[in-house]
């Protein structure tokens, strides 16, 4: 799978969340940012992305993913140390 295949299951499937997807093959990094997850725990995060690539999971076109998930204001907060 491309990282573009990956981003647009991800759109189809949650909405209201912004993807920035990384990888190559079946191995790939998604950070997911969005207003979904205010208030979650962070595994409860994780399984919202699970759950919307448990097809491709199950047959083996992901092997591996890497999920990190930010709120806007987490984003926001976490893109300006990047530069900083």
Known sequence: ???SEVKALLESRLDGCEFHIQ???CNFQVVAVGEVFEGLSPV???Q???????EEIASGALH?????????QQWQAA??????
């Open 1 to 3: 799978m491309q990282p």
């Open 23 to 25: 990888g190559e093959g």
């Open 44 to 46: 409860k995060r994780q």
């Open 48 to 54: 919202m992305i699970y759950g919307a690539l448990s």
């Open 64 to 72: 591996a993913v890497s999920i990190k998930t930010y709120t806007p």
């Open 79 to 84: 893109t300006d140390n990047q530069e900083a």
